[in-house]
């Protein structure tokens, strides 16, 4: 139900654009997250979009170098990555809440993709 795209091999200082296509069943009402896990690491909240696209929330090590948003006509997601470090090296899944507000907590998303490899080189 959900399908994430975009990853791929970088170099750090480089960008890159994830992408997260749901179904309008599982999205159109409610909020959306991107999550990532690096090997060895347990999976860790990125940031999110309300149902809206009006509210978002970032994790800090991501502030201001990602962005999220959401593009209803296609119940498309995306997450702009922007000057990219090699700690951002991981599996990036996104995922649909079960309600409409921004969320944080794992146990919050119903949906889950299947995840898309971001490798950062140094």
């Known amino acids: 139900q959900l399908q994430a795209s975009g990853g791929g091999l970088v170099q750090a200082g480089d960008s890159l654009r994830l992408s997260c296509t749901a179904s309008?069943?599982?999205?159109?009402?409610?909020?959306m997250g991107w999550f990532r896990q690096a090997p060895g690491k347990e999976r860790e909240f990125v940031g999110a979009?309300?149902?809206?696209?009006?509210?978002?929330r970032y994790a800090d090590s991501v502030e201001g170098r990602f962005t999220i948003s959401r593009g209803y006509a296609e119940n498309t997601m995306y997450l702009q990555m922007n000057s990219l470090k090699p700690e951002d090296t991981a599996v990036y899944y996104c995922?649909?809440?079960?309600?409409?507000?921004?969320?944080?907590?794992?146990?919050?998303?119903?949906?889950w993709g299947q995840g898309t490899l971001v490798t950062v080189s140094s």
């Open positions: 979009v309300s149902w809206n696209g009006r509210s978002t």
């Open positions: 309008r069943r599982t999205s159109s009402n409610n909020a």
């Open positions: 995922a649909t809440a079960r309600g409409s507000s921004v969320v944080t907590t794992t146990t919050s998303y119903q949906y």
